[in-house]
């Protein structure tokens, strides 16, 4: 059995999956979601941060694929993160 781990971003992706939890389904929280669903897929521990993103997408109404393809449209479109330094990947 393997030990849960914290991973180095869960403080600030905990607050972020707060917002999810109350959010609308927009560009940007869809991306928030997504970006989040891959970085807890495999991680040893965040069961709660899994959970909640889980919980969100049921309140919305659509599985992983639907919003991995809605996310790829939407990225297609231009930059999401228009506040953030487009040259940095926050995908670890």
Do not use: C
């Not at 669903?37 to 992983?64: S, V």
């Amino acid at each position: 059995m393997t030990k849960e781990q914290q991973h180095p971003q869960y403080n600030s992706d905990r607050k972020v999956v707060d917002t999810l939890l109350t959010g609308e389904q927009n560009d940007y929280n869809l991306v928030e979601a997504a970006r989040l669903l891959i970085r807890y897929r495999d991680f040893p521990g965040a069961n709660d941060i899994k959970t909640d993103l889980e919980k969100t997408l049921n309140r919305w109404k659509i599985d992983e694929e639907t919003l991995y393809q809605a996310t790829r449209e939407i990225h297609t479109k231009g930059i999401v993160y228009k506040t953030r330094n487009a040259d940095s990947e926050d995908w670890a």
